[in-house]
């Protein structure tokens, strides 16, 4: 969706390739370097500019990173109170710092543009132009509002998975409990300290398992096996991936 309001047509199967590629870049390298890979490969298949390109994922991860922070922040303080650990605690004031810093930028993009323009030189005016016309076009009611809802849903479908990751492990955990924690994996993988939050977002899981009274060996399950499938398979189907695709896929467009 946010592709086509910048007039590139796609695939979904295409667009998904990207995806799926970018994410495993993301979780062997670090500072979220994967999206700028992303920004390469949509240069690569769509050719238009890196730096539109790069306006697109800003835009992905704006939705992204924004709503994530609004969700934690209703559900941790409504949830945990006084209870919320302070690695925990940490990592929501970084994400609402950057959120504002996000918001911010937004709106200056949007709405003091000239003023921004003005002060580049020629060499970097067009660098700044093609990522305002990757931004620009999705922030309108009419995208923006699909885009909201589709984000929304991302979210919920990572907090299904660990639903099923405790029920598989036989831990029954209220369903706040289990909306919050999955936030807040998730929010640990969006700040770039380790490739995809490795090390923070098991730590952060053993943590508010253990300040809700569970035993540490089903916290450490319930981290060990959620990582599992979010991390450890991504890393050895993506190289799996990359491997096919060198050796027998040299055709492929991702």
């Known amino acids: 969706m946010i592709l086509e309001q910048i007039q590139v047509n796609t ?3 295409t667009a998904s390739g990207i995806v799926f590629v970018s994410y495993f870049a993301n979780s062997i390298l670090p500072a979220k370097l994967g999206d700028v890979y992303k920004g390469y490969l949509a ?11 790069l306006g697109t994922i800003f835009v992905e991860r704006f939705y992204d990173f924004v ?8 559900t941790g303080f409504y949830l945990l109170e006084r209870k ?3 690695s925990v605690l940490s990592a929501l004031v970084i994400g609402l710092i950057l959120c504002g810093g996000l918001i911010l930028l937004l709106f200056i993009l949007l709405k003091k543009k000239d003023v921004l323009f003005n002060r580049f030189s020629d060499k970097y005016r067009t660098l700044f132009e093609n990522f305002h016309r990757g931004v620009a076009p999705t922030f309108t009611v009419r995208i923006g509002i699909p885009l909201v809802f589709l984000t929304i ?13 405790t029920m598989a492990i036989g831990v029954a955990v209220p369903i706040t409990l289990i909306l919050f924690t999955a936030f807040v994996a998730a929010l640990l993988t969006s700040i770039p300290l380790t490739p995809a939050g490795l090390g923070a977002v098991e730590f952060a899981i053993i ?5 809700f009274n ?6 450490g399950a319930i ?12 890393l050895i189907f993506g190289a799996v991936y990359i491997l096919l695709k060198e050796f027998y896929m040299k055709d492929s467009a991702i």
């Open 11 to 13: 695939k979904i199967t």
């Open 43 to 53: 240069k690569k298949k769509y050719d238009i500019p890196v730096s539109k390109a």
């Open 67 to 74: 709503l994530l922070i609004l969700i934690i922040a209703l």
């Open 84 to 86: 919320m650990p302070t």
């Open 153 to 165: 849903g991302i979210w919920f479908l990572e907090s299904l998975c660990f639903l099923l990751v």
């Open 207 to 211: 943590s508010i398992f253990l300040a």
């Open 214 to 219: 569970y035993g540490t060996g089903q916290a």
């Open 223 to 234: 981290a060990i096996m959620d990582r599992f499938i979010t991390f450890w398979c991504l």
